[in-house]
């Protein structure tokens, strides 16, 4: 299959972390509209919370987040002000004791946040919401930040998940990439993570970096491995320079060709199989008994802009500078521009910039693009009965599977269309086929592998 996977690796796909995905949220999306929505939210349906902290105290040259460097400690108490006030505006808006089933804090490094700030986040959380007992509190960590005075903070705000962005361990890489990072720095994270009872760790590792080679990132994953992760996420590296300006910093010609991007990815995977963590989805493995695994084992596997989740939660709220939520009606995202967050948070008014509401057509296709995202198949038959959809409107996307279907990278019988075990790496290209928005021309997306 690697010919196959070779002729499709440079065309340009969405993720799907969303659909639409973000370059078609409207400007002219109404901020009274979001209200009507959170106005709507049933009181005892539990949501999940995302948490953007957009700052850093250096720039990785791979970095695609929004986000921005200080060193300083007023920006960072500031932004927890304008947090708490966030909060206490959704809250307004919501139903009183909202139960929450998740929380997600991304960046960025939200971390970077002083232990005391970040406990008064947590406690604002607290004080507006209800949380589930059996809640899942996650947050992205860099490990150069992960102190013991950290992990015992982290212990106190309840945080039971941490993913820990390692990226790749061969000095060389970290170099051109400006993440300098030893093993023993990663090792004394997990630790002291660990200590305080944290004992859900993701570690995220990358392909498709400057001098990577197959030595050497087969080697990255046996130090991954001997830190005893529940979870790995494997991303592939989105060179999108005319994006992240930093990421010229990252010297072009030792990029990895799609080929070698392709070996790359199935080096690593086979030395993940071969430590016994199961592939789910498009780019994470896990532990056979891994509630990921579980989920995807038993087709209740979602995703989300954190990428594949077992939040099953419908609505998903984001806070903070240009966090993006989602609710059945639509997606919305705050202000990517920070003061104009700003001044909308200060003015007590919800910060949101852009947005699009779902139509029926949208929430098909939604669905059955989630469905090839996480279960490799779809009944698109039934996705059209279930919205009430023109089933030969979704029928016209087969003319775009045929060039898939004869590579052997999807399968149709009837209605159902299903990618292949040979063709999963290509899952991207086999729902961008149902994307109504793609051949818009709006944005500008990484390649499919």
Not at 58 to 69: A, F, L
Not at 99 to 126: K, N, Y
Not at 195 to 208: H, P, Q, T, W
Request: net charge negative; glycine share 6%; with cysteine.
């Amino acid at each position: 299959m690697t010919n196959v996977t070779l002729k499709y690796a440079s065309r340009s796909v969405p993720r799907y972390t969303s659909y639409p995905t973000a370059p078609h949220f409207s400007s002219e999306f109404s901020r009274d509209r979001y209200e009507d929505w959170l106005r709507d939210v049933d009181a005892k349906t539990p949501i999940s919370l995302y948490l953007h902290v957009p700052f850093c105290d250096s720039m990785c040259h791979y970095c695609g987040c929004y986000t921005k460097v200080t060193r300083q400690e007023k920006p960072l108490r500031d932004y927890t002000a304008l947090l708490v006030r966030e909060i206490a505006i959704l809250a307004e808006k919501l139903p009183k004791g909202q139960p929450v089933s998740h929380i997600h804090w991304g960046g960025g490094t939200p971390s970077i946040l002083p232990h005391d700030c970040f406990l008064d986040v947590v406690e604002a959380l607290r004080t507006h919401f209800c949380f589930n007992e059996d809640i899942e509190h996650a947050i992205e960590l860099d490990p150069r930040t992960v102190t013991p005075a950290l992990a015992e903070t982290l212990g106190k705000a309840g945080i039971n998940r941490a993913s820990l962005g390692v990226q790749d361990f061969d000095l060389k890489v970290q170099e051109a990439v400006g993440r300098v990072q030893p093993y023993e720095v990663v090792k004394a994270s997990v630790e002291a993570l660990r200590a305080v009872g944290i004992k859900e760790i993701n570690l995220d590792l990358m392909y498709g970096l400057p001098f990577q080679s197959l030595e050497t990132i087969r080697n990255t994953v046996d130090m991954t491995i001997s830190l005893d992760p529940s979870r790995l996420a494997l991303f592939g590296y989105a060179h999108v320079p005319w994006m992240k300006k930093h990421q010229r910093l990252i010297p072009e010609d030792k990029l990895p060709g799609a080929a070698e991007r392709i070996a790359l990815f199935e080096e690593a995977g086979r030395a993940l199989g071969e430590h016994g963590y199961e592939q789910i989805g498009l780019d994470h493995f896990a532990k056979h008994d891994d509630p990921l695994a579980v989920a995807a084992r038993e087709g209740q596997m979602r995703r989300n802009f954190q990428g594949y989740t077992t939040d099953e939660a419908d609505i998903l709220i984001g806070i903070g500078a240009s966090s993006i939520g989602k609710l059945p009606q639509g997606y919305v995202q705050n202000s990517p521009d920070f003061a104009g967050w700003e001044r909308s948070v200060v003015a007590g008014e919800l910060p949101i910039a852009r947005g699009i509401e779902l139509d029926k057509d949208d929430k098909a296709r939604a669905t059955i693009i989630m469905s090839l995202m996480t279960a490799y198949e779809v009944d698109v038959a039934a996705v059209a009965k279930a919205f009430d959809v023109s089933l030969e409107a979704l029928r016209t996307c087969y003319a775009q599977l045929q060039e898939l279907e004869a590579d052997g990278v999807a399968e149709r019988e009837g209605d159902v269309v299903r990618v292949t075990q040979s063709g999963r790496e290509l899952v991207r290209l086999v729902a961008a086929a149902f994307d109504a928005y793609l051949q818009a021309g709006k944005g500008r997306h990484s390649v499919a592998v």
